[in-house]
């Protein structure tokens, strides 16, 4: 049967209404802010452009000369940084042999690749004296590793060898 009467309505729960009148609200306030903030952008950016105008016609020629010349020089001194510091330093090797080096150990020959980071060292030396230089080799932090290749026994406790040394890269740069 059709009724005449109307029922009332059942409303759905307050917080529902609350969240949706706060997402709306919250949404028209992101839209603004974002318009608002573009605006300003442009303004400050047109400010800028001003300012810059501005200053370049403040600028005489001779400052601008000036100004090209030491934007160049500036190029050749970032140039010969890069250069230098690519410059490989063999002679720092030399001062970690001069540091390290056991007295009573004679090299006679040094083989240096420094490609693949590696020296090779022939010398003379006394048993004790060798087994030395090797513990000192180990010890020192500028020698990622260090290799007794060969040893080969002379007169007495003397004894020829073949040490190959690892260096660390780092030892090989010019600046540091």
């Not at 002679?91 to 001069?98: M, V």
């Not at 022939?122 to 020192?140: A, H």
Request: glycine share 6%; charged share 25%; net charge neutral.
């Amino acid at each position: 049967m059709v009724e005449i009467i109307p029922k009332p309505v059942k409303k759905g729960p307050l917080a529902g209404d609350i969240f949706l009148y706060a997402s709306v609200t919250f949404l028209i306030l992101a839209a603004a802010l974002y318009f608002l903030s573009g605006y300003a952008l442009k303004e400050r950016k047109q400010f800028l452009d001003g300012q810059e105008t501005k200053l370049t016609q403040m600028k005489t020629q001779e400052m601008q000369k000036i100004e090209r010349e030491v934007f160049y020089y500036k190029s050749k001194i970032d140039s010969f940084s890069f250069l230098l510091g690519q410059h490989t330093a063999c002679s720092n090797l030399f001062l970690l042999l001069e540091e390290t080096t056991h007295p009573q150990i004679w090299f006679s020959k040094l083989d240096l690749d420094v490609g693949k980071s590696s020296v090779v060292l022939s010398g003379q030396g006394e048993k004790n004296s060798l087994g030395q230089q090797l513990m000192i080799f180990s010890q020192d932090e500028r020698l990622s590793a260090s290799q007794l290749t060969s040893i080969k026994p002379e007169k007495g406790e003397v004894v020829s060898f073949e040490i190959t040394l690892f260096p660390r890269p780092e030892i090989f740069k010019f600046l540091k």
